[in-house]
């Protein structure tokens, strides 16, 4: 899969969650991964959005370095986007754990991951 479709994929996994009340909704996304905001604003956001009016998506990266503790904040306070990406593994498994993050076993959408991409 590529970055791209993997993207696509979690828009349309927040989709499903959001699609009773797909109204003039904006969902922000959380990442550390601030290299690609230009992928975001030119490809990824553009495509989701033609798809889905209504939605609006916003892509709100942080440094790297400063992601966890940034992350960690605006969870305590209630502040965080509505669509976090998960380091791997541990930190993330902290975040489940602290009730920060939902499970997706069930959802349907999943069936769409390789186990790969679900193992961390």
Known sequence: MTGTTIALAMLSAALVATSTHARDVTLTIESWRNDDLALWQEKIIPAFEAENPGIKVIFSPSAPTEYN?????????????????????????????????VDLDAMNAMGNFPDVAKSA
């Open 69 to 101: 503790a940034a992350l960690n904040s605006k969870l305590e306070a209630g502040s965080a986007g509505d669509i976090i990406t998960c380091r791997p593994f541990d930190a993330s498994l902290a975040l489940f754990e602290a009730g920060h993050l």
